[in-house]
Structures are given as C-alpha cells and as structure tokens.
C-alpha cells in the first residue's frame, strides 16, 4: 500500500485490494462477491458502483465502457 492509499477511507481500500488481486477488469458484481455483499440485490450494489466510479474519476481505477474495472497500468 502507498502512503497515498493510506490517506483512503478503509472501505475504499478494500476495495482496491479486490481489483488489483483480481488481476483482470472485473464487475460490480464481482468486487461485491469478494466483499461479503448480497449481490442478487442490486440496490446493495449501486452503493458499490458508485464507490468503483468515484475511485475510476480520481485516477485510482481504470473504467472500461462495458463496466469492468481494473487497476491502472
């Protein structure tokens, strides 16, 4: 972690984690998965979409048109 990621909340840590373990673009609904969500809900998700968005306009995330998010190269 880089001292820059520490100044994230922990919530937006983890979820960084899951991406870049990932290894691949991944979906919502699979960060959720890996976080413990109830992913058949979509309201559970939208508050996670929203965080994966926010960490993609910030520079933290890559998002691709389809969705998916990955780490930035």
Known sequence: ???FQSALPSDYQRIL???R???APVM??????V????TGIRGKLEPLRGK???LAERGWL????DGRF????
Do not use: I, W, Y
């Open 62 to 65: 890559r998002k691709f048109p």
């Open 52 to 54: 994966l968005t926010k």
């Open 1 to 3: 972690m880089t001292p």
């Open 35 to 38: 976080l413990g969500l109830d």
């Open 17 to 19: 984690a899951v991406v």
């Open 21 to 23: 373990q990932a290894g």
């Open 28 to 33: 919502v609904r699979q960060v959720g998965e």
């Open 70 to 73: 990955s780490t930035r190269p």
